[in-house]
């Protein structure tokens, strides 16, 4: 670290650089733990697999100066080119469902002007709400494709109906399956829910539909859904799914955070 002018390194030195540095001020795991990552680092400048350090003059902050660098999947060594766009499909499929209502919620009670919904219109549907939180966030970061799954807006009947008829669950997770098949693949899927569905045949409808949307995109993509308070999910959903946000309030004023943590 002399001089003016920056030096350009392999991973390696840079892991024998900090590795020294920390074995300075800590003890024996500190000592370890950077034999370690050298040794590492030399394994991957000798494959190749590593960027390169720049190390400015008299200070160790240390900058990736690479512009192609590969990142490997640790299961099963596939490679994710960086220049791509994290592709996220954002679905949404609600209901809070009154069950002693006899009045059952149809296909028909789903589907008015501008339901369903798709692409930009479903990104745009809900400003304040869930996806409002979701998508503004999402696109403060470049290299995000958001691409928005035909999806149901809450129904006309709003809460005063009753169960879900099987006829319109079945339909429309239909439709958002076919289009997860046919514009994917996909690094991750966002899930605007409620938690309360009450669906004719489907004991934990929005678990239902986290496990087929699972086995359309793999188990390497991200899965998270938001709720509402009043939702009745358990363990199930994260079955299928990595993560899980809920509102926290009555009035639910949290529900764009909720989007913007999902």
């Known amino acids: 670290l002399v001089g003016h002018d920056d030096v350009e390194v392999g991973a390696a030195d840079r892991c024998h650089l ?91 009670d789903f589907v008015y002007p501008g339901s369903p919904a798709r692409d930009e219109a479903l990104l745009q549907s809900d400003p304040r709400g869930y996806l409002g939180g979701f998508v503004k966030l999402a696109r403060e970061f470049t290299g995000v494709e958001l691409v928005g799954i035909e999806s149901p807006l809450f129904p006309k009947t709003d809460i005063g109906s009753g169960w879900v008829t099987n006829e319109a669950f079945e339909h429309f997770v239909g439709v958002v ?57 358990d363990e199930v959903f994260l079955h299928y799914a990595n993560l899980a946000f809920t509102t926290k309030y009555y009035p639910h004023y949290d529900c764009y955070l909720q989007g913007e943590r999902a």
């Open 18 to 108: 900090v590795g020294d540095l920390r074995a300075r001020v800590g003890g024996a795991h500190d000592r370890a733990e950077a034999r370690g990552g050298a040794d590492r680092g030399e394994a991957g400048d000798a494959a190749g697999h590593h960027p390169r350090v720049r190390i400015g003059d008299g200070h160790v902050d240390l900058e990736l100066v690479t512009t192609d660098a590969v990142y490997r999947d640790e299961d099963d060594g596939s490679e994710l080119d960086p220049t791509k766009p994290l592709r996220i499909a954002v679905l949404n499929f609600m209901h809070e469902t009154v069950t002693f209502l006899a009045n059952d919620t149809t296909l028909d």
């Open 177 to 233: 399956i076919a289009e997860l098949r046919r514009q994917g693949p996909f690094d991750g899927v966002y899930m605007a829910l409620h938690g309360a569905m009450g669906v004719r045949g489907v004991e934990r409808p929005e678990a239902e539909l986290a496990r087929r949307v699972r086995e359309v995109v793999g188990p390497d993509a991200v899965l998270i859904g938001t709720f509402d308070p009043h939702g009745n999910e």
